[in-house]
């Protein structure tokens, strides 16, 4: 399923390899980091800032790793 700004707000349901999900909303979040933007259920919402989150982390320790040698 694939999710643009006109399904703000709306509530789906839907099924996956996962399960089956009841009353998603379809929310837009965004990166504080480098501002990359989602827009989809919640569960996947949440599914992207963690990716980003572990990403930026990875990527600064990594700096500061080489700032270091
Ligand atoms: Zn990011």
Redesign the pocket.
């Known amino acids: 399923m694939v999710f643009s700004e006109e399904n703000l707000g709306e509530v789906v349901s839907y099924d996956n390899d996962e399960g089956r999900f009841e009353d998603e909303r379809i929310v837009m979040v965004f990166?504080r980091?480098?501002g990359?933007r989602f827009i989809g259920p919640i569960r996947n919402a949440g599914g992207f800032l963690g990716a980003?989150e572990m990403?930026?982390q990875w990527e600064f320790s990594n700096m500061v790793s080489e700032m270091e040698a």
């Open positions: 990166c980091i480098c990359a980003h990403f930026h």
